[in-house]
């Protein structure tokens, strides 16, 4: 990336440099460095019915040196597009679109502006410490794109004091290389953590073509390396000062389909994001100021078909939250939040720019006993001084008895179109409305512990519509995005865990398994083919399941993922067969002295199963990988 703007330069060195700078400043300060209660922040605690899924910690710590894509294909309602090892990978939560899931890092959204959506392939899990997944609207917290569900991308403070480091390092078949270092420092007032990761590999797997000859696939290698910084510092009893910093590149061959000779087509990511948070807590209230900036380049070339595209985007956010505790079981949310996002590319007539300004509000309400939960949130935004639909949501949730709770969910929830939507020449359209609607949603929980067992249950049912769906239609010689479409989604899911202590180990069983119906059920065109038809790339059945067993550092499990056929012509006249994958998975942990390790062995795509998750891009078929982790500390 050849240049960044003085709001860029200026975030980023702060975030760097100044909480170390302080710390050190101050290194006589005895202040007890204790995370504080951050009530401000929306992160936690303003959506209790909705249902939260979140990566186990023994398979993150697995699967570190893979993508966020690998993790999040283990969570009950994401369909994740694949277009191959190491290319694009896209998630759709519920029967939306990928645009309408929103990802977001510590609460900053980092969605392309250009493309509406999150490429989740170059987002090495190695860099976050919590991966959640929240399916179901949450616009009245998030804004824009959050209609299925939310990704939440976290980093967390050491939890010690003291000073520790990890190595992780992975190789694998097809050339797959990775290298993760992680170094953390804590004291009475400041903490740190650093992360350098770098990944290879060629992807030069075996498939075959249309014509069932076998190859192996060309120009499919990708480089990564990623660094990421993010300090705190505390400055008094009720303050708490952060800074975090991310850079990360990528270089990649697109790989030719089933149906091409070859390719030559390749694609270039780089971005940068920094930001710096300021916290304070009082005994009836809490405040949250932040400042974040992003700024991405994208160059994609195919010498081929002489295409050759030049982006680059940048976002600066600015937000400020409170939260006031008006008795003790009601606390009020009041929030601004700033968005200037901007787009330059070769592609474009113009350079656009786009103000977004929000407001939002939220009141919490528990039961004296703590038992029952209310959330009415509220959130009116404006784009360039024009205002969208306003977005309020009422969450509820009850815990009936200990074993037995229940959630539930109302929301209104749009979407703005993307820059690409409004600017792309010969075919972009400047009037297109936000697509909006409501979600519905409710589950029920039930948990039960015996001496040994362990037994979990979840039932969810959801029920969304989304008018003004925007569809990009052909218009004479080129396409064009219209408001054309009523998408109605609705289905379920079910989650199931039992756990078993025995004498040779701890056994847990986990099954997944849910049904989603998308289809379009209004159209603004004549005679459109689509009508009552399922979506592109939303299966109908998705199911999971996973035995594992631990026994004195041993760990040793068994994945399959079964995901139904999915139509990828709009009038569901053409299908991706339903595919069936299985893994396996084995490491040995050991401790010595101040020395940790973990030697681990996967086997993905034990069956060597032949499938594709998205059309003629085939996907690896039977794989090896072996990694080793080390850590060591005070």
């Not at 003291?162 to 694998?172: D, F, K, M, S």
């Not at 990775?178 to 075996?206: C, I, K, M, Q, W």
């Not at 480089?223 to 270089?251: D, I, P, V, Y």
């Not at 309400?365 to 024009?386: M, T």
């Amino acid at each position: 990336m050849a240049s960044f703007n003085y709001p860029f330069c200026l975030i980023a060195s702060l975030a760097l440099l100044l909480p170390g700078g302080c710390a050190y400043a101050q290194a006589d300060t005895v202040l007890q460095l204790e995370p504080v209660t951050v009530t401000a922040s929306r992160l936690r605690g303003w959506q209790p019915g909705l249902s939260e899924g979140m990566v186990d910690s023994m398979q993150l710590s697995l699967l570190r040196t893979q993508t966020v894509s690998e993790a999040l294909r283990q969570q009950s309602g994401l369909y994740v597009r694949d277009y191959g090892a190491g290319n694009i990978a896209t998630a759709s939560a519920r029967g939306a679109s990928a645009g309408h899931t929103a990802v977001l890092w510590n609460g900053i959204p980092i969605q392309d502006p250009m493309l509406g959506l999150t490429d989740l392939s170059i987002l090495p899990l190695f860099l976050f410490d919590e991966i959640r997944f929240i399916p179901g609207g949450s616009s009245a917290l998030w804004g824009s794109g959050a209609v299925g569900g939310v990704v939440h991308l976290d980093g967390l403070p050491p939890a010690n004091n003291g000073w520790n480091i990890r190595y992780q390092g992975e190789a694998g078949s097809f050339g797959q290389l990775a290298n993760g270092l992680a170094a953390n420092l804590r004291n009475t007032a400041f903490s740190n953590t650093t992360r350098l990761f770098h990944r290879t590999a060629d992807n030069n797997y075996p498939y075959r073509d249309i014509f069932s000859r076998e190859k192996r696939l060309p120009n499919a290698e990708t480089r990564q390396w990623s660094l990421m910084q993010e300090n705190t510092f505390q400055l008094t009893k009720r303050q708490q000062l952060g800074g975090h910093f991310w850079w990360q590149a990528s270089e990649r061959g697109i790989p030719p389909t089933r149906v091409q000779q070859s390719s030559r087509a390749r694609q270039e990511d780089e971005s940068l994001r920094a930001a710096l948070d300021w916290q304070w807590k009082g005994d009836r209230s809490s405040y949250m100021a932040r400042l974040a900036t992003s700024q991405a380049h994208l160059i994609y070339e195919d010498s081929l078909t002489n295409t050759f595209s030049d982006s680059r985007t940048s976002s600066l956010l600015g937000e400020i939250e409170s939260t006031h505790v008006l008795k003790p079981q009601w606390h009020l949310k009041l929030g601004l939040h700033y968005n200037r996002l901007g787009a330059r590319s070769n592609v474009y007539e113009t350079d656009p720019r786009q103000n977004r300004l929000a407001a939002f509000t939220a009141l919490r309400w528990w039961s004296k006993n703590e038992h029952w939960q209310a959330v009415l949130n509220g959130r009116q935004e404006w784009v360039d001084g024009a205002a969208v639909p306003f977005t309020p949501s009422l969450s509820l949730r009850g815990q009936l008895n200990p074993r037995l709770a229940i959630g539930a969910s109302i929301s209104r929830n749009y979407r703005l179109p993307t820059f690409n939507d409004l600017y792309w020449p010969e075919g972009g359209n400047p009037d297109l409305l936000p697509e909006s609607g409501w979600n519905q949603s409710l589950f029920l929980r039930a948990e039960k512990q015996g001496a040994n067992w362990s037994a979990y249950l979840q039932l969810s049912g959801f029920n969304f519509n989304i008018n003004n769906w925007i569809a990009w239609l052909p218009q004479g010689a080129y396409w064009a995005p219209e408001n054309v479409r009523q998408v109605w989604s609705r289905g379920g899911e079910a989650q199931a865990k039992l756990s078993y202590k025995s004498a040779i180990g701890l056994w847990s069983l986990h099954s997944q398994y849910s049904y989603t119906r998308s289809t379009n059920e209004k159209s603004l065109l004549a005679n459109d083919a689509t009508l009552q038809q399922q979506l592109l790339y939303v299966p109908l059945h998705q199911g999971r399941v996973s035995l594992a067993w631990q026994f004195k550092g041993w760990y040793a499990a068994y994945y399959h993922e079964w995901t139904g056929k999915a139509y990828t012509l709009p009038d569901n006249s053409v299908s991706l067969p339903g595919a069936s994958v299985g893994a396996l998975r084995a490491s040995r942990s050991w401790q010595w002295k101040k020395i940790s390790g973990l030697l681990y062995l996967h086997l993905e795509n034990c069956w060597n199963t032949d499938y594709e998750r998205v059309a003629n891009r085939p996907m690896p078929g039977r794989s090896l990988r072996v990694g080793v982790q080390l850590a060591v500390g005070s």
